[in-house]
C-alpha cells in the first residue's frame, strides 16, 4: 500500500484519562541516532531531518508521542528535538514519558531509580520537554518487584500538578493490580510483537482491555531485533505473503496486526527517516483479514511464545 493523504486518524481514537488520542502515534527512541538506540558508538541523527520527521508526523496527524530523557546519544536528546520541532505543543498533542531507569550523561546505565529519586527524572523532563507539567508518565519496571513505593511516589507528584496521568512499563497482572489502588493507570507499554509475546504478556492484553487501560507495545516491528530495529529482526514468510497480497510492507503488516488486537491498543512505531515515517502512519489504514489475522497470531503460538 502507499501512504498517499493517510493519517493517523484511520487508526481510530482511545482516551488516556481525558486525554484523546489516535492510535496510531509515534516513539522517539530512534530519533537520536542512526544504528542501534540506546547505544554510545553510533553515528547521530541530522538534527534537521529528526525535525522534519517530528512535524512530519504532527501534520499526518500523529498527536501521541512516547519518549523519555534517557533517549539520548552523544549528541541529540530525543526530549530536546521534541521541544524545539513542537514547541509551543499543539493543544491535542499528548507526549508520554517514562521514568524508572537511568543513564549519565557518557550514556552509561545507572542504577534503577529508587522512590526518592523519580522527582529528580520527572523534573529532568519538564525541563528538556519545556513543560509545567507532564501528560503521562510511566514507570517503567525492572522485573517482578513491587510497584507500590514508586508508583506512589509518582502519585504525590501527580497530586501536586506536575502529573497529569500514569502508566506503567514492562510490567506484569500483579504489578497493575498492586497500582491500581494507588492510583488511576491510563496505560500499560509492554514489550509486545507478532512473534515476541508471552502468555504474561496476552494476560496483560486482556487485563488492559477489561479495565479500559490501553496496550501500548513497544519493539512491535523491530520484534527480536529489539533497539536495533526491524532491519535486525528475523523476517517471517507468512508475514512477507500477507504483505504482498495487500501490496504493503512487512512492517505495516506488523502496525495493523497490533492495532486489529484490540480497540484499546496504541501503536508508536519510531523512526528517523521521512519515508518510514510516512509508511508507519499509512498502516493505519491496512484493515487484515480474519484469516491474516489469525495466521499471523498462530505465529507466535508456533514460535512457542504464547503458551
Known amino acids: 500500500m502507499t501512504s498517499g493523504t493517510t493519517t493517523a486518524a484511520a487508526a481510530g481514537t482511545w482516551r488516556l484519562g481525558d486525554l484523546t488520542v489516535n492510535r496510531m502515534g509515534f516513539g522517539a527512541m530512534r530519533l537520536t541516532q542512526d544504528g542501534a538506540a540506546l547505544s554510545n558508538d553510533r553515528t547521530p541523527h541530522d538534527r534537521n531531518r529528526a525535525i522534519t520527521v517530528l512535524r512530519s508526523a504532527v501534520d499526518l496527524g500523529v498527536n501521541h508521542i512516547d519518549t523519555a530523557a534517557f533517549y539520548f546519544s552523544p549528541m541529540r536528546s530525543a526530549n530536546e528535538l521534541i521541544n524545539r520541532a513542537l ?15 537511568g543513564r549519565g550523561p557518557s550514556g552509561d ?36 518487584a513491587s510497584i507500590a513505593e514508586r508508583f506512589g511516589a509518582l502519585a504525590e507528584l501527580r497530586k501536586e500538578g506536575l502529573i497529569r496521568h500514569l502508566g506503567l512499563s514492562n510490567v506484569g497482572a500483579d504489578q497493575i493490580a498492586e497500582a491500581l489502588p494507588i492510583a488511576p493507570v491510563v496505560c500499560v507499554q509492554n514489550r509486545y510483537a507478532i512473534a515476541a509475546r508471552s502468555a504474561d504478556s496476552e494476560e496483560v492484553l486482556r487485563i488492559c482491555g477489561e479495565q479500559g487501560i490501553a496496550f501500548v507495545p513497544f519493539y512491535a516491528i523491530a520484534g527480536d531485533g529489539r533497539e536495533s530495529g526491524a532491519a535486525a529482526a528475523t523476517e517471517n514468510d507468512a508475514v512477507s505473503a500477507v504483505a504482498k497480497a495487500h501490496d504493503a510492507s512487512p512492517a505495516q503488516v506488523r502496525l495493523a496486526w ?18 518510514h515515517l510516512a509508511e508507519n502512519v499509512a498502516a493505519a489504514a491496512l484493515r487484515l483479514t480474519e484469516d491474516e489475522s489469525r495466521l499471523l497470531t498462530e505465529l507466535g503460538q508456533d514460535a512457542g511464545q504464547v503458551a
Open 258 to 275: 497490533t492495532l486489529r488486537r484490540g480497540p484499546h491498543v496504541l501503536a508508536i512505531p519510531g523512526t528517523g527517516n521521512p519515508d
Open 87 to 101: 514547541g509551543p505543543y499543539p493543544d491535542d498533542l499528548v507526549i508520554t514519558t517514562k521514568v524508572g531507569p
Open 109 to 144: 546505565w545507572l542504577n534503577w531509580a529508587r522512590p526518592e529519586d523519580l522527582r529528580g527524572q520527572v523534573e529532568e523532563n519538564l525541563r528538556q520537554l519545556g513543560r509545567d507539567h507532564l501528560d503521562v508518565v510511566n514507570l517503567r519496571m525492572n522485573g517482578p
